[in-house]
């Protein structure tokens, strides 16, 4: 079965960086673009940013565009986010995702806190 593990949130100080990853199973990783969301309390949740099977092709959310920088290692099966510049609207809990065989799968989350 499908199986994403996020791990790397914490609590960073404004301007301060963070790296999350996520570890992937269950499926041939390498086929299938991942993405990173968040959501912050009471807010939707938003994607931040998608990655192409090959790693080749990233896109971001205007919000985060030039601070964060997702990336993948395809023969670790992993996917990771490093966010810089980080502020306090960046506090949420991020997720990884992938959309796989007609539906989408989501990690159990990771908790980012931008606070000074």
């Known amino acids: 079965q499908v199986q994403l593990v996020e791990s790397g949130g914490g609590l960073v100080q404004p301007g301060g960086s963070l790296r999350l990853s996520c570890a992937a199973s269950?499926?041939?990783?390498?086929?299938?673009?991942m993405s990173w969301y968040r959501q912050a309390p009471g807010k939707e949740r938003e994607l931040v940013a998608r990655i192409s099977s090959t790693g080749g092709t990233g896109d971001y959310a205007d919000s985060v565009k030039g601070r964060f920088t997702i990336s993948r290692d395809n023969a670790k099966n992993t996917v990771h986010l490093r966010m810089n510049s980080l502020k306090p609207e960046d506090t949420a809990v991020y997720y990884c995702?992938?959309?796989?065989?007609?539906?989408?799968?989501w990690g159990q989350g990771t908790q980012v806190t931008v606070s000074s």
């Open positions: 995702n992938v959309f796989y065989v007609y539906r989408a799968y």
């Open positions: 269950g499926f041939i990783f390498s086929l299938y673009s």
